[in-house]
């Protein structure tokens, strides 16, 4: 697995929370577009397709 930016790991971090897209840019003061690339980075780097398995995949790693 390539490692998560920090961005991409706070980003994570939000999406974990049940945060959505439009949420987690207000959030972090990004646009809807950024985070759509920064959801869309961490999918391909943790082999996942949905946001359920990306959690589910990133709690994995963090054992």
Known sequence: M???T????????LVAKGLNNHEISEKLCI???TTKAHVSNIYKKLGVNNR?????QSLEFQK
């Open 2 to 4: 390539n490692r998560l």
């Open 6 to 13: 920090s961005r991409e790991a706070e980003v994570m971090n």
């Open 31 to 33: 646009s809807n577009h």
């Open 52 to 56: 359920v398995l990306a959690v589910k």
